[in-house]
């Protein structure tokens, strides 16, 4: 079902809803299902799947010259979508990005999606890779996120990329796209950045799942700027607990965002580890039930895997 009947059917009540990544190569499904398997009871209709680009690195042979190899650290988006189809029969969303796809190729891999029954995707543009100073897009691939959506709203009229074609299937895709409170980072305002962001949902987007953030004001303002600019697509919060100090520099340095003030404080205060995953828990508590009261469509977890710290959140919050 598509994420956006979900959110239609539930009639007001927040649901609950969760991002996995997939296992670094060698890892097994089963990681995956044991870390899902006590999630279910919140029934999440719906489970995301991130993708993961191919990375180059550069090895040192014997020789001293460095060899340029392509590695894939985390794939398998795809069948670990169609495992937790198959395994909770709820909805898995698979993420899909620009970077590294030919247009072609990204015609193929959405018609994959289409036959395995996966009725919403996420269209991102994905990042630069590790050494390289800004995105690239694959030779023949799209530059930006809203030109992926293009492609599939395309495809969902039954325009593929041989106009030859007769009697071509339309696909039946929701698609989302991603929305940044604070800003994507490589934009040069917050205006500018809303402006792209509307060009994806005229584009076709059905619903928005935002960045982190830490403090909801940044996701309400974010919401009513979506709003008065005519962006009136579903805008889901996306939520990620933080459970060690040395986060408080690696978000903000991924992510490019900030924690409020009150929060670093806390977390700086707290005697030890667990006292510092308890300051993290309880934010995120906090912010969930506010986020709930104010009656977001969805509450969607980065859960980055850890189960437990999931459990105590949702015990509060579901
Ligand atoms: P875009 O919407 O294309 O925007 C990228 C930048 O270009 C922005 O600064 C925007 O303002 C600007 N821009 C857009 N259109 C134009 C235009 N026409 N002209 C000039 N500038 C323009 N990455 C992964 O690799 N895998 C994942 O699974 C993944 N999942 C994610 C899930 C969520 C919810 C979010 C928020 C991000 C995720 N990302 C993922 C990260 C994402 O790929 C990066 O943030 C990326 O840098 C931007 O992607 P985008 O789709 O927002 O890009």
Known sequence: MKVCDHIENAKG???ISYEVLPPL???RMQDIFDSLDPLMEYKPPFIDVTYHRQEVV???RE???YEKVSIRKRPGTVGICASIMHKYGVDAIPHLICGGFTIEETEDALIDLAFLGIDNVLALRGDAMKFEGRFNPQKGGHKYASELVDQMTHMNQGKYLDSNLANAAPTQFCIGVA?????HFEAPNFDTDLMYLKKKVDAGADYIVT???FDNSKYFDFVDKCRAAGINVPIIPGLKPVTRKSQLISIPRMFFLDFPEDFVKAMNSAPDKESVKQVGIEWCIAQSKELKAKGVPVLHYYTMGDTNTMLKILKEVA
């Open 211 to 213: 960045q982190m953030f």
């Open 13 to 15: 009540k927040t649901l």
């Open 25 to 27: 190569k060698g890892g």
């Open 63 to 65: 020789s001293g010259y």
């Open 179 to 183: 929305g940044y409170p604070e800003k």
């Open 58 to 60: 550069f090895n040192m």
